[in-house]
């Protein structure tokens, strides 16, 4: 690896010098003789870190708020939205747990703040877990990420993409599976492109796509007000509000459960924390900015909903934003269906950029194959990782059954954000003298890793065999982390992979990035 590592360095100067001279070669013979005696003296910071192969900080404020808007919000707030009222009951209750689940969630997300200011390196949970937990448990976080969560959790949200883009052109039969595969599998190409192209141009299209799912959700929320303007709320008024409230403890709990699943997503700007414009203040800022937002818009459009839709309707009805729409809107009604396929388009855009990232940063760390961790020269983006990130989610088109392979691990994410905010707990006791830009109350940390630890046991209490198969899962990856990482490969296997890797050098035109030497 030290030979590949320094033809890869070569090839990197190569580049630099390249991008360095070829100012000077297009001046004038006279000028040219001053231009390079002075150019180490007159280069300042700006030029070298433009000329480095690296992943650049190109991500702003707004984009890092429309990273989070948008990967929280996909497809389940319009089609259904359904798990909670179907637990608690009521219109009054299913409100009020809402809110509590924005509530919580924010407080998890002002953690992960405190994280990605302290340890400022990009991968989010992984990075965190291998900062604390050790190389093993970092690797069985990336093992089930890289195999099932991430791959499978992309292609069904562009699988239903794919259904509402082709239901007006099957209006009255189910969608061929096929033709919806197919389309599926060209929206993660087609933005997998858009990502290997350009970072701001992946954070534009995230961008309007949030805009987008905000603009439909909007609708609906005005629609709801126009609703409870004409009076005909009844199951809004005080007297029927709570009118059939389950209080049993589990009724509670997995409506909680439900709630919190539907605010998933809130930590995946931490996976690009080096691609940040001065992420001390920016990452801080977009989750303080979207969490509040997004906890309002869920609230309002369930509020939206019930002033149209009964609750025993609403849980039985498979696409409520369709539902409330064809009242509301009529003729116009088709616009609904458009806007959660552009929702789900944005949602698979965010998952994509964040998913490659997280590949990445396991690349650099040794943990996958140094392939994925190489950086294109020209576009300083990771294309080898997200080609890896889009290829892993289209073989889920083979699966016939995906959804049974993802509630193996419904107790995953809950275990692996608690442990990594378990873990700033113990940063702050192990080394008080690190620098913290933003240090949360004591008393959030606490409480979250709590609500993790009784997410992971309503997990398992609510589906133990699925959970039990789930583990068993992740512990095969220790075999992999054994034969893959800690085991010393003989020369020839070596050889293949430095050729492995020399080989996606040449064909995606990327190198390794470009590491101070202090690091």
């Known amino acids: ?171 009255d039969c189910p969608v061929p599976d096929v033709a919806a595969k197919l389309i599926a599998c060209l929206c993660l190409t087609s933005l997998t492109f858009v990502n290997c192209i350009s970072v701001k141009a992946a954070t534009k299209v995230q961008d309007v796509f949030t805009a987008s799912k905000l603009l439909a959700l909007t609708i609906i929320i005005l629609f709801g007000f126009i609703q409870i303007g004409t009076g005909d709320v009844s ?97 116009m009604s088709w616009l609904i269906p458009v806007f959660v396929g552009l929702s789900c388009f944005g949602a698979v855009n965010g998952s994509l950029f964040t998913s490659a990232r997280l590949f990445y940063a396991g690349a650099r760390e040794g943990q996958l194959p140094a392939a994925l961790g190489l950086v294109h020269t020209d576009l300083f983006t990771p294309v080898p990782s997200l080609i890896f990130t889009c290829c892993l989610s289209m073989f889920y088109a083979l699966s016939k059954d995906i959804f049974s392979v993802i509630n193996l691990f419904s107790f995953f994410t809950w275990l692996c954000v608690g442990m990594a905010i378990a873990g700033m707990l113990w940063l702050r006791w192990s080394k008080p003298d690190l620098r913290r830009p933003i240090k949360v109350p004591l008393v959030i940390p606490v409480a979250f890793v709590l609500g993790c630890a009784f997410m992971v046991v309503v997990s398992f209490w609510a589906a133990p065999f699925e959970c039990l198969v789930g583990a068993g899962i992740i512990l095969t990856g220790i075999p992999f982390y054994l034969l893959g990482y800690k085991w010393q490969k003989p020369r020839v296997v070596q050889k293949v992979l430095e050729i492995f890797t020399l080989f996606c050098q040449k064909i995606f035109m990327s190198v390794p990035e470009e590491r101070d030497t202090t690091e």
């Not at 509590?100 to 390196?121: F, H, R």
């Not at 997995?254 to 931490?270: C, D, E, V």
């Not at 690009?272 to 309002?296: A, C, D, G, K, Y």
């Open 1 to 171: 690896m030290a030979e590949l590592k320094s033809r890869s360095r070569e090839s990197v100067n190569k580049v630099t010098e390249e991008k360095m001279e070829g100012p000077a070669e297009e001046g004038s013979g006279a000028e040219e003789q001053p231009m390079q005696e002075s150019q180490p003296m007159q280069e300042s910071p700006k030029e070298e870190a433009k000329g480095k192969i690296e992943l650049k900080r190109s991500i702003t404020l707004f984009n890092g708020v429309g990273m989070i808007i948008g990967t929280i919000i996909g497809s389940g707030i319009f089609v259904s939205p359904t798990g909670v009222v179907k637990e608690v009951g009521s219109v009054g209750l299913s409100l009020i747990v809402w809110t509590v689940c924005g509530v919580v969630s924010t407080m998890g997300a002002l953690c992960y703040a405190e994280l990605g200011t302290t340890i400022t390196k990009s991968g989010g949970d992984y990075t965190y877990i291998l900062e604390v937990y050790g190389e093993l448990a970092a690797f069985l976080k990336l093992w089930i990420e890289m195999l099932i969560i991430r791959p499978s959790s992309q292609y069904v949200v562009s699988l239903v993409f794919a259904k509402y883009l082709l239901k007006p052109i099957f209006p």
């Open 235 to 331: 199951y809004l008024t005080p007297e029927l509000a709570f009118e059939g409230s389950k209080m049993g403890v589990d009724n509670i709990v997995l409506a909680l459960y439900s709630g919190l699943f539907a605010y998933g997503g809130w930590n995946y700007l931490n996976y690009v924390t080096e691609e940040m414009i001065n992420p001390e203040r920016n990452l801080p800022l977009s989750i303080i900015i979207s969490m509040p937002i997004v906890t309002v818009v869920y609230v309002l459009t369930n509020m939206a909903y019930l002033t149209t839709i009964p609750p025993q309707v609403m849980v039985e009805s498979e696409a409520v934003a369709v539902s409330f729409g064809e009242y509301h809107l009529g003729v």
